[in-house]
């Protein structure tokens, strides 16, 4: 049996931390790896994660299995983080993922059982597991355009006629915010816009929302997705937990699908709760709990926002040095795209041949589609890589 299997393509982000691991010059720098680090290299435990593990271990009775849908408080509190209000509780069904690429597959399955012949709209470009999950799934894909390679921002009036294809019942992924791996955002005229769009077309949108507190703050961050869940019949929000509060090996995430129609709630949680079963049977726990610990404890609460808003604050910072560093070395603003983008990413728009000589001219590892990690640099690499950047002609 294991004779007929086929090799896969390997993962190119792997493949490039391996790359990274085994160069042993001592000045290299990884600008690849989709973690925050913070200026010592570190991807640190939030203070209030800490606080809330050691309150469970204390407190916490049994491992017993929780519900399909995972516990109701997680979702709870994640919905009122994701939409503060917008949408009436009793108008979304839930269910916690294994992380936010959980939440995702999950959306898409529930896609594929609601409407087989429902087409996804994607971003050009996007992250990359939407598009491997989609193929793997044998769901029909199409893109639409999204970054500007010369402005490097969103190229809107692309996007917005691509889109205009949309046929009711498709599905349009958007990203919530600090889109991955451009970091260049939609602003809320432009929200308004797709949102006007997808009334007109009956296209339902699914929003992938992992790096909330990370752009401009926790609602501000939130503001695209509350205006999409408030203003469609129907649409999908997957939100991941690993970023904002520090927990990528917990593998935390939800799935909200919200309908103006109340009576489907029940319909549509009970589909939730028969995929998980499917899936993984019970989803896990330890992060949830440590989440809605966090959340409803107003003590822990406000020095995780503190503490999100030291790292959002620090990247921001980052963002500015390169901007400011490239300008000094070129003469010219051409790199003020940096400073405006938003999140853990930006995207170069250098070439692949141009990625490969920062690689074995300068020791800085970065996807080959020239996104780089703002949370890899600190003070002292950001002159660094302004210089590389400059010496290798980008």
């Not at 000094?328 to 170069?348: K, N, T, Y």
Request: glycine content about 8%.
């Amino acid at each position: 049996m294991f004779s007929n299997l086929k090799e896969h393509p390997a993962d190119k982000i792997l493949a490039l931390m391996q790359l990274y691991k085994d160069d042993p010059r001592p000045t290299k720098i990884d600008l690849g790896v989709g973690v925050y680090k913070n200026a010592e290299g570190v991807t640190p435990v939030m203070r209030a994660v800490k606080a809330a593990e050691r309150k469970l271990v204390d407190e916490q009775t049994t491992k017993a299995y929780v519900g399909l849908a995972g516990d109701p408080a997680f979702a709870d509190v994640m919905i009122d983080l994701v939409l503060g209000g917008a949408v009436p509780r009793d108008s979304i069904a839930a269910a916690a993922t294994p992380g936010g690429t959980g939440a995702v597959r999950q959306a898409f399955e529930l896609i594929r059982m609601a409407n087989p012949s429902a087409r996804v709209f994607v971003s050009n470009p996007t992250w990359p597991n939407h598009v491997t999950i989609l193929n793997y799934l044998g769901m029909e894909l199409v893109e639409y355009r999204y970054f500007d390679a010369e402005t490097r921002g969103v190229d809107f009036d692309g996007m917005m006629a691509d889109l205009a294809d949309v046929r009711a019942g498709d599905v349009v992924l958007l990203h919530g915010c600090c889109h991955n791996p451009t970091g260049a955002n939609l602003n809320l005229t432009e929200w308004k816009a797709v949102v006007d769009l997808l009334l007109k077309t009956g296209g339902i949108p699914m929003i992938d929302i992992a790096y909330q507190g990370f752009g401009d703050g926790l609602d501000e961050d939130a503001l695209g997705v509350r205006l999409v869940a408030s203003s469609v019949p129907e649409c999908l929000i997957a939100a991941s937990c690993s970023k904002n509060f520090g927990i990528y090996r917990e593998r935390t995430g939800l799935l909200m699908a919200v309908a103006q129609d109340k009576g489907l709630r029940g319909l549509t949680q009970g589909s939730l709760n028969f995929l998980n079963r499917q899936n993984f049977s019970f989803p896990p726990d330890h992060g949830a709990r440590v989440v809605t610990e966090i959340l409803t404890d107003a003590k822990l609460r406000a020095d995780w926002a503190a503490e999100l808003e030291e790292v959002r604050l620090s990247m921001l910072d980052l963002r500015k040095q390169l901007a400011a560093e490239l300008q000094r070395l070129s003469g010219s603003d051409r790199f003020g795209f940096i400073a405006q983008h938003r999140g853990m990413f930006s995207r170069l728009g250098a070439s692949p041949e141009m990625v490969a000589r920062l690689r074995a001219e300068h020791a800085i590892y970065m996807v080959g589609d020239s996104r780089l990690n703002i949370a890899g640099l600190n003070k002292t690499t950001v002159p660094i890589l302004a210089k590389a950047i400059i010496d290798t002609g980008i």
